[in-house]
């Protein structure tokens, strides 16, 4: 059984950065597929990234491409998402999750284990 744990959320200003954290207990995120995923009000869940190192692949939504950027740190077997140059429309729950599959998923329905979920609001 794999747990996540999401740190990291808050309130930001438009232009700012943040950087969420997944710790992950359970199993090394490294074999594993690691994705955040976002969640706005009356929205529904979208993919934001996904990365798994073991096959050395990673993808970012065409909205987030080029101002974030996911990384992790095996001595703490966390994940992280940098955010930069944030935008309002990036507020929203932001979720990690983590798939047994080495297959990389933009699905949401393809990954096992989620973390509770952070909030990021980003004001204009």
């Known amino acids: 059984q794999v747990q996540l744990v999401e740190s990291g959320g808050g309130l930001m200003q438009a232009g700012g950065s943040v950087r969420l954290s997944c710790a992950a207990s359970?199993?090394?995120?490294?074999?594993?597929?690691m994705g955040w995923f976002r969640q706005a009000p009356g929205k529904e869940r979208e993919f934001v990234v996904h990365k798994n190192w073991s096959v050395g692949s990673t993808n970012y939504a065409d909205s987030v491409k080029g101002r974030f950027t996911i990384s992790g740190d095996n001595a703490k077997n966390t994940v992280y998402l940098q955010m930069n140059t944030l935008r309002p429309e990036d507020t929203g729950v932001y979720y990690c999750a983590a798939s047994r599959s080495p297959i990389p998923s933009r699905e949401s329905r393809n990954y096992d284990y989620w973390g509770q979920g952070t909030q990021v609001t980003v004001s204009s």
């Open positions: 359970g199993r090394p995120f490294s074999t594993l597929t």
